[in-house]
């Protein structure tokens, strides 16, 4: 029952969002409140007075969510956000909502290529991942982790995340790909137990060879002797929209 609500979950928070607007759009009081919001951000463009400018940027914002949870559908939403913290909650935090100690990448028009590589702490410590803004723009491709699990942050664009240059300590490694949209190819090395875990609103996996359309699915698959490995990697990866292709070499 768990799997199937996780596997029809994005379908029911489309289709919260499709009820909300209808009820905005259909409701002139709705309506007339979101117009006013946004007039109201838009008119705060032209004040000069920053502490003004702040109240009706807060204010129009305010007239806009105000719209929104005027609507019956805003509880369905409500509902189905609940589900879904209570679905994705794993013991290493929950694997849609959890971004701590994350490495964000920027929208990027080219394909970029990310070389994951992972070194010996340099101490007893916990070493933790540098964040980044979605905005800045980024020069180096190879990224260096201490041992550690690795939470990756994409805006959107195509990509590379090549995680085959690196040998991976005994044990578990977990690797969570959070992403807007774009293509997604993931190299991942041979000889590793592998269990691959894959969620999108809309888009598709390619892996060994065939295609799995995802229409707000979850794609999971486990390599055979997974728990008899002795170096184990787990791959989370969570987008909107788009395709992720997994190639293993």
């Given at each position: 029952m768990?799997?199937?609500?996780?596997?029809?979950?994005?379908?029911?928070?489309?289709?919260?969002?499709?009820?909300?607007a209808f009820e905005i759009l259909t409701s002139i009081e709705n309506t007339a409140i979101i117009g006013l919001g946004i007039l109201t951000i838009v008119g705060s463009a032209f004040v000069k007075n920053l502490s003004v400018k702040r109240i009706l940027l807060g204010l129009?914002?305010?007239?806009?969510?105000?719209?929104?949870f005027l609507t019956r559908s805003i509880w369905m939403m409500v509902l189905t956000m609940v589900l879904l913290i209570f679905l994705y909650r794993t013991p290493e935090g929950n694997e849609f909502f959890f971004f701590g100690e994350s490495m964000l990448h920027p929208f990027q028009m080219k394909e970029q290529y990310h070389g994951i590589q992972l070194v010996r702490p340099q101490s007893g410590q916990r070493s933790l991942l540098k964040s980044q803004s979605m905005f800045d723009s980024r020069d180096e491709n190879k990224n260096i982790y201490e041992w550690?699990?690795?939470?990756?942050?994409?805006?959107?664009?195509?990509?590379?995340?090549?995680?085959?240059?690196?040998?991976?300590?005994?044990?578990?490694?977990?690797?969570?790909?959070?992403k807007v949209f774009g293509r997604t190819r993931v190299?991942?090395?041979?000889?590793?137990?592998?269990?691959?875990?894959?969620?999108?609103?809309?888009?598709?996996?390619?892996?060994?060879?065939?295609?799995?359309?995802?229409r707000g699915d979850n794609f999971q698959w486990t390599s055979p002797g997974y728990s008899e490995t002795d170096r184990k990697l787990k791959v989370l990866i969570t987008l909107v929209t788009g395709d992720i292709e997994v190639i293993l070499l």
């Open positions: 768990l799997s199937f609500f996780k596997n029809n979950i994005f379908i029911v928070i489309g289709i919260s969002l499709i009820l909300i129009g914002f305010f007239l806009i969510l105000l719209a929104v550690d699990d690795i939470n990756l942050v994409y805006f959107g664009g195509n990509s590379i995340i090549d995680l085959g240059n690196t040998i991976l300590p005994s044990g578990e490694n977990i690797v969570m790909i959070r190299i991942i090395p041979k000889g590793l137990g592998l269990r691959l875990n894959v969620s999108a609103i809309s888009g598709q996996v390619a892996f060994e060879s065939q295609q799995y359309p995802l």
